[in-house]
């Protein structure tokens, strides 16, 4: 196993959280990882979006091949006529 580095004070935040629900911290970053991971092979890197964004609950519907440049250009020129 490797030996990873946490910043201290979100190490502390942590440790209180999980005591706080009486579990352990390491279920805690092993359900993180694990679900972590399972979200980034559900999506293409196209597809990822940040968490903030994900947050609002839209979801827009687009093509996986939609092309966002494209679509700015598209609009650019109508706007412009």
Not at 58 to 78: N, Q, T, V
Request: proline letters at 5%; hydrophobic letters at 30%; glycine letters at 2%.
């Amino acid at each position: 196993m490797e030996t990873i580095q946490i910043n201290p004070t979100l190490w502390n935040e942590a440790e209180q959280l999980a005591k706080r629900h009486h579990t352990d911290l390491t279920q805690i970053v092993e359900s993180f990882i694990r679900r972590y991971i399972e979200q980034m092979n559900k999506k293409t890197p196209k597809e990822q979006v940040t968490p903030f964004v994900e947050s609002l609950g839209i979801d827009l519907h687009l093509p996986a091949d939609f092309d966002e440049k494209e679509a700015y250009r598209k609009h650019l020129e109508e706007k412009y006529q």
